[in-house]
């Protein structure tokens, strides 16, 4: 059974830094990118940023452009997300997620991805 577990979240003031951490395992589990969404109360889930593996392309929100950066290891099935210059509207569940397909340029969209983790919880207090 494939699991990604999220760890890295918690309280940080606003202009502070954080930063996530997910791995993926399970026998079956196949990526050709990993990447974050998140969600904040009563929103919808959006995107935050992937890696793809095979070219260490890298896609971001604009919301997010300049302060967050995403990195992995391909080998250990890891992602990180390194989010800088925190602001209160980062304030969110933090997900992982995983596809096993390969896209040009479609990874903005949850229906893309294969594999979530349960999340965790960033708070940016100002």
């Known amino acids: 059974q494939v699991q990604l577990v999220e760890s890295g979240g918690g309280s940080v003031t606003t202009g502070g830094s954080r930063r996530l951490a997910c791995a993926a395992s399970g026998r079956d589990f196949i990526s050709t990118a990993m990447g974050w969404f998140r969600q904040a109360p009563g929103k919808d889930r959006e995107f935050v940023a992937t890696l793809k593996w095979s070219d260490g392309s890298t896609y971001y929100a604009d919301s997010v452009k300049g302060r967050f950066a995403i990195s992995g290891d391909n080998a250990k099935n890891t992602v990180y997300l390194q989010m800088n210059g925190l602001k209160p509207e980062d304030t969110a569940v933090y997900f992982c997620?995983?596809?096993?397909?390969?896209?040009?340029?479609?990874?903005?969209?949850?229906?893309?991805?294969?594999?979530w983790g349960q999340g965790t919880q960033v708070t940016v207090s100002s």
């Open positions: 997620a995983s596809t096993r397909h390969e896209y040009s340029g479609s990874y903005y969209y949850k229906v893309v991805y294969d594999y």
